[in-house]
Each structure stands twice: as structure tokens, then as C-alpha cells.
């Protein structure tokens, strides 16, 4: 595929995305499939289910990277790729440049647990082995909820903040599993709580999958998802 | 695979040390708590009294002495039962004394004489001694059984209220024979009769071993593992002597709630006491419905494990790759022999030749190997890109790295638990110790201090793995445990007997 046709098709998929996000409140818009598991959101807000599972973020495409030591991710993690990354909340088919390459932030939902970005690889070409990807979501909880946990799941390493704050890293060569890495006890503020994720990949699959557990360490259901906070 | 933890564990941790301060006692009664003391009671009017239930002291000799005494908590009384003799080498009784309380400072310290409960004439097939108290859990009801050798081990019902014979005109129902101290129990539907087998009172050449059998109802008949009945000196051992301890005797449930149990006894021989009977407590398990004797832990280096996820506890640092980095590809050159733990490292001293490199023709690459086996990896080797300060605790797949070993050492002077000392947890090599942090959330802190975070309870769980518990948590008053809520996070929080999060295992690497 030539780059002319790619970023069309990254056009086409923004604006797509832009006309659904900027729409709350209006008919669902027929979904989009990226692929098998990935779709465009339809809704203004999607809530978490029984199993907790956060199913809407924006994904940014892909930055090359190679490494999955503790020391590598972590480099990466500190590393400034593009302006406001670690506050940054965008709007669908927003772009940063990264390294002279324009990249676009696109919405998705996953129909599964997991968020599979060799999916999003596949739909919107891009490359999914030796990258890094950023993702952000909004998690709005109706009450503050203290002595709560992040509990996520990647392939492969991932580093996770919430409200800016670091509270998750797991590193090497992975797969994903449901709760691999959890946080320390944290606070979901009433509103909107920002989650954001840089995930690692060398080769093959690539996913990922994030939650909240309760102080019993069960799935916090019941939580607004949305890709916008309240004032924008 | 609760039976594999268990043989995994019995063959770990077979050493064992005795309890701490004066623990000189003989034919113990059951260990029972009173606010927050642990009191026990032997023959000669012998007691024993420990605040804390590992460092033990004299107690008070109590108002009714005797032989074998035991002694239960229900309501507001504890009942006292007690051997006396009556005369003749069988002719004897069981009398019973209660009190509000054990602690000879309380103002209800008192106690109060009851009636006999159970006797033997000097003529008939019993010798009505050694008795066991026992509350069955699921009914309310209440019974004692007693006997010694001569005649068999009876069974009397008594009145939970009083503590004295509820049918005093009720012949005894005979329940075993060729043993005496024994006790009951009850777990997930059946009831088991302890009995002690063998000959006491010998010292070093003292026979005793604790021997057990169940049944479904409380009346009998119990058989022991092999279906024999225990009326016909049936009886599958509990545990018998080992180490340097022999002849153990007299058991006694410590129900520690929250699916906890341990079991007092006595040593009729500590040989590193001079052979002297000593108090011992042990953890009890379970494997396929019958108990097992756990053993206290004597430390160690280990590998641990979360039963829960499979992975294992580490500092989280950068691993390095026991051995030296791995090699892709089929061929390529051997790696040249280098550094200790690198590529090519060279053999241990004394080390045997490995197998020839390249197998399946695949030279020295990443199925190669690299010719010679591979020494453990130290801290010493790896340590140098550690982080000095505080680190944070995690979990990953094991991968016999140094930052996954860690050494488990019982801390003098510490205090401890019931049945255990307290323990600080460093990695193996350095003095970096695990810890609890005032958000009880774990780290591991640079050197161990000995402060009250850094002290570890490990007590060994029914199926065989361990519950690992900080001594305590700053500005946390809740009792919590080591927890693997992630795969590759360790917290603490409350201990949750349904579940597998909290339960441990201690590999040597």
C-alpha cells in the first residue's frame, strides 16, 4: 500500500471517528469494523461489564521501538515522543509528528476483554512488531473510590499512569494475561479519572487489557467509559 | 496437587527446632488461649504460660493436680480435667476443676471443684486416666475420652454447661485399645480419634508416636487408613519421632481459625535439651481426609511461590539472564569463553564436564548451550546494577535469577508466634529485606533493621503451601498477609481462607 492510499484511508477513519465522537447524544451511527474485534465507537459512553474490562480507548499508531528490558521500557517510557504525551486527551483523527512521521490518534472499541492491536495494525496499516503504541481512555466513576487497583494485562511490555501518575510496569516478553500487573492501592476520583498506557511489542501478537478492582480485589463494574472529558 | 504441595513441603522443611525459653513439660494438655496468653498444663501440676506462643516460661501450678491433664474453653468457663489416683496401679479417675479465667492475675482467677467424670475400679478393662476434652462443632455436644494401655480408650458424654458427666449411669462406649492420651477432633464430616501409641516415660528409648483414626459418627467405630479398626489397635501414624526430637505424645488441637490449624504435643526426648520432655507444636494439614504433622520452618534459601499464579516473589530489578544472554539463530559461532554468568562463562570449580554442545547439530546457538553447566547465580554476580535504595517487591516467571532467591532466617530475641519464630526475608546473598510499607503495599528495603514490618510469621497452611504474614504494617491495624493479586504484583491484605491468593510456596532453588 503507498502512503498516499494509507493516509486516506487515516483521513477517512478520522473523520469517520471525529462525526461519531462529536456527536454525543445523537442516533448511534452504525459501527465500523477494524478488523474482527475492533470498532468504531458509537456511542457517547460505554460502561464496564460484569468482568470490568475497559473497552474504549484512543489509540495512537505506532512509534518504532525495540526493547523489552525493565531498563529499555522504562527509557521509553520517559522519553518525550510528542508534545503534552502524558496529559494529552485527543480528539479522534488528531495527529502528533513523531521523528518527522504523522501518527493519529483513532478511537476504538473492542468487542472482547482485550484490545488487540495487531488488529488495529492490520486495519489502519500500520506496523505492529518493534513498536510502541500509546493509548488514553477516560474512566468516569460515580463516587470516589479509595483502595481500588489498576489491573492490566499486555503483550508485551507496558508502563500505565493514572491521572498522571506511573502505577503500573511490566516488562519482557509477554503475553497477555487478565490482572498480570496490578497497582498499589489508588484512588478512583468522582469524575473523570485519565488512564493512559505505552505498550511495547517486538514481534507477533500484541494486545492489551486494563481494569479496576475493588478493595476485594473484584472487577469494578458499572464505570463510564468515555473519550472525552466533561468540558470538551 | 494439594497432595504434591504436600509431599513437596514434608521433604522441604524436615529439620525442626524446639520452641523457645523453658518448655520443660510433660504429658501436655491441649495449648489454650486466654487473653492473648497461651497457657498448657502437664503432670505434677507443671504449667507453662507464653504471651506470645513461641518464647514459653514457668506458669502457676494450677488448684488441682495430677497426671495428663487437658483442658477446654467453652462459655465462659475452662474446664480442667486431671488424672488422680485412687489407689492401685489401674484404679483411678478423671476429676474436673473449672475457672473463669487462666490468668492467675485476673480477679476471676478461681477454680472450682466439680464432680468425677470418668473412673476405672482396678479390675475392669480400662484405666480411667489421660483424658481429652472435646466440643463437637457441629452439634454443641460434649465429650470426653480417656483410658491408658489397660483396657481400652472410653468415650463419656458430658454436660457443656457444667463440664461434668451428662448419663453418669451410661456404661462408657469403648472406642480403642492398646494406646492411651488421647484427644478428638472434627474436620469436613468426620470424627478422629488421636491416640498415643508406644512407651513413654523412657527418655531417649521412648516409643511414643501419635497414631489416629476417623469415623462418621462420634461414637465410632474409627478405623485407620487402612480400614483397620483402631478397637483393634488400629491407628495411622500422625507423627512419630525424627531428628533430634523423640517420642512425641499427648496431642492437642490449636484451632487457629481461618482454615489454621497446629497441634501441641510433647517431645518425650529433646536430645539438644539433654533429652529432656520438651512442649513441641506443629502445624496440622490435611491430605485426602486425613491429618498430616507439618513442620516448623528452620529458614533457608527459597525460591516463593505464589499457588495462585504461578509465578514467583523478586525485587524488581533488571534480571539478567542466568548463564549470559541467549543467542538466536541455529549456528553460529561458540561463544567465547568469558566472564562468570556471561556468554561462555566457564565451568564451576570442580564442576563436571556438560554434555557436548550442539545437539541435533544446531551448534553454538540458541539451542547450543554453552558446552559446560551453568553456575547459580549470585547477587554478588548481578548486584552491581541494583538500584542502593529501597526497591520494589514483584512477581515474575521464575528463571533462577538472583533477585527471585530468597534467604529465610528465624531472628533471635524477635519474639514470634505460636508455634514459630519470627523470621526476617532478605535476598539471598545481601541483606536487602523484605518489607511492609505503611500502605501496605511490600518493598524491599536495603538492610533489614529489625523493625517490626521486616518480621515475617510463617505458618504452613492445611494443604502444605505457607501464609506469610508481616509481624506488622505501620498505621494498618488489620492483620494482612502476603497476596499475589496479579501475576506479576505482590500486595498484602486480609487473609481470605477461600482462596489460593494468600498460599505459598518455599522451593529450594
Given amino acids: 500500500m503507498n502512503v498516499y492510499r494509507k493516509y486516506l484511508i487515516s483521513a477517512l477513519a478520522a473523520f469517520i471517528g471525529l462525526a461519531v465522537i462529536a456527536m454525543p447524544g445523537s442516533a448511534a451511527a452504525a459501527a465500523k469494523s477494524y478488523g474482527s474485534t475492533l470498532t468504531s465507537p458509537t456511542t457517547p459512553t460505554l ?69 488487540d492491536l495487531r488488529h488495529y495494525g492490520q486495519a489502519f496499516h500500520q506496523p505492529w512488531t518493534n513498536v510502541l503504541f500509546w493509548a488514553v481512555t477516560i474512566v468516569n466513576s460515580p463516587r470516589e473510590m479509595q483502595n481500588v487497583r489498576l489491573a ?22 509477554r503475553q497477555t494475561v487478565i490482572d498480570d500487573g496490578v497497582s498499589e492501592r489508588v484512588t478512583l476520583k468522582k469524575g473523570p479519572n485519565v488512564v493512559r498506557t505505552m505498550v511495547v511489542n517486538a514481534g507477533g501478537a500484541t ?13 469494578i463494574k458499572g464505570l463510564t467509559v468515555t473519550l472525552r472529558e466533561p468540558h470538551q | 496437587m494439594k497432595y504434591v504441595l504436600l509431599t513437596l513441603f514434608l521433604t522441604l522443611t524436615s529439620a525442626a527446632f524446639a520452641l523457645n525459653g523453658a518448655i520443660g513439660i510433660h504429658d501436655p494438655s491441649t495449648v489454650v488461649q486466654d487473653h492473648g496468653k497461651y497457657y498448657v498444663y502437664g503432670t505434677g501440676g507443671g504449667s507453662l504460660v507464653s504471651d506470645d506462643g513461641w518464647t514459653w516460661r514457668a506458669g502457676v501450678r494450677p488448684a488441682l493436680t495430677g497426671a495428663a491433664p487437658d483442658v477446654i ?76 494401655y489397660v483396657g481400652y ?48 516415660c523412657r527418655g531417649a528409648d521412648s516409643g511414643y508416636n501419635i497414631r489416629v483414626g476417623r469415623s462418621r459418627k462420634v461414637t465410632g467405630p474409627y478405623l485407620d487408613a487402612e480400614g483397620v479398626d483402631m478397637i483393634q489397635g488400629g491407628g495411622t501414624q500422625l507423627i512419630g519421632s525424627g531428628g533430634r526430637f523423640i517420642g512425641p505424645g499427648h496431642f492437642g488441637l490449636i484451632n487457629l481459625g481461618n482454615g489454621v490449624e497446629k497441634f501441641s504435643m510433647h517431645w518425650e526426648a529433646d536430645l539438644d535439651q539433654g533429652g529432656r520432655s520438651v512442649l513441641g507444636i506443629r502445624p496440622l494439614l490435611w491430605k485426602n481426609g486425613w491429618p498430616v504433622a507439618g513442620e516448623v520452618l528452620t529458614g533457608g534459601t527459597f525460591e516463593i511461590h505464589s499457588v495462585h499464579t504461578g509465578t514467583s516473589l523478586d525485587m524488581a530489578v533488571e534480571g539478567v539472564p542466568v548463564g549470559g544472554p541467549r543467542r538466536f539463530g541455529f549456528g553460529g559461532p561458540r561463544p567465547p569463553a568469558g566472564s562468570r554468568g556471561g556468554p561462555g562463562a566457564r565451568p564451576a570449580p570442580g564442576a563436571r564436564p556438560g554434555p557436548p554442545r550442539g545437539p541435533g547439530g544446531f551448534g553454538g546457538g540458541m539451542f547450543g548451550g554453552t558446552g559446560h553447566p551453568i553456575p547459580d547465580q549470585t547477587a554478588a554476580d548481578v548486584s552491581k546494577n541494583w538500584p542502593a535504595g529501597t526497591v520494589n517487591a514483584g512477581m515474575s516467571n521464575y528463571l533462577c535469577q538472583a533477585q527471585q532467591k530468597w534467604q529465610i ?29 505503611a500502605d501496605a503495599e511490600l518493598a524491599v528495603v536495603p538492610a533489614f533493621t529489625g523493625a517490626p514490618e521486616q518480621l515475617w510469621r510463617l505458618d504452613q497452611l492445611a494443604d502444605g503451601s505457607w501464609r506469610i504474614m508481616p509481624k506488622a504494617v505501620p498505621n494498618w491495624k488489620e492483620p494482612v498477609a502476603l497476596s499475589a493479586v496479579g501475576a506479576s504484583f505482590a500486595t498484602l491484605s486480609k487473609f481470605d481462607p477461600k482462596s489460593d491468593v494468600q498460599h505459598w510456596l518455599l522451593k529450594t532453588p
Fill in chain 2, 153 to 200: 480408650i472410653r468415650l463419656v458424654e458430658l454436660n457443656p454447661k457444667t463440664g461434668e458427666d451428662l448419663n453418669p449411669k451410661e456404661k462408657p462406649i469403648d472406642l480403642a485399645i492398646n494406646c492411651e492420651a488421647s484427644d478428638m477432633m472434627y474436620h469436613d464430616g468426620w470424627y478422629y480419634l488421636l491416640a498415643t501409641h508406644g512407651s513413654c
Fill in chain 1, 207 to 219: 494486545d492489551f487489557c486494563a481494569r479496576f478492582l475493588d478493595v476485594n480485589n473484584k472487577p
Fill in chain 1, 47 to 115: 460502561v464496564t461489564g460484569a468482568n470490568g474490562f475497559i473497552k474504549r480507548w484512543f489509540v495512537l499508531d505506532p512509534i518504532p521501538a525495540r526493547g523489552l528490558t525493565r531498563d529499555l521500557v522504562q527509557a521509553m517510557a520517559k522519553k518525550q515522543y510528542f508534545h503534552d504525551q502524558y496529559t494529552i486527551i485527543p480528539k479522534n483523527g488528531e495527529q502528533e509528528t513523531v521523528d518527522g512521521k504523522t501518527l493519529t490518534w483513532r478511537a476504538v472499541d473492542t468487542k472482547l476483554y482485550n484490545v
Fill in chain 1, 152 to 173: 492490566i494485562g499486555s503483550n508485551a511490555a507496558s508502563v500505565w499512569w493514572l491521572n498522571g501518575q506511573e502505577v503500573i510496569g511490566i516488562y519482557g516478553d
Fill in chain 2, 73 to 148: 474453653h467453652i462459655g465462659d468457663r475452662y474446664y480442667m480435667y486431671v488424672a488422680v489416683g485412687l489407689g492401685g496401679e489401674t484404679k483411678a479417675g478423671v476429676a474436673m476443676v473449672w475457672s473463669k479465667t487462666l490468668d492467675p492475675k485476673s480477679p476471676d482467677y478461681k477454680w472450682v471443684k466439680g464432680a468425677m467424670v470418668a473412673s476405672s475400679n482396678g479390675v475392669e478393662d480400662s484405666n480411667a486416666i489421660d483424658p481429652g476434652a472435646f466440643l463437637d462443632p457441629t452439634t454443641g455436644r460434649m465429650w470426653l475420652v480417656y483410658g491408658s
Fill in chain 2, 409 to 437: 532466617t528465624p531472628v533471635p530475641d524477635a519474639g514470634g508466634y505460636i508455634g514459630g519464630p519470627y523470621f526476617k526475608i532478605t535476598i539471598a546473598g545481601t541483606d536487602r529485606a523484605l518489607a511492609a510499607t
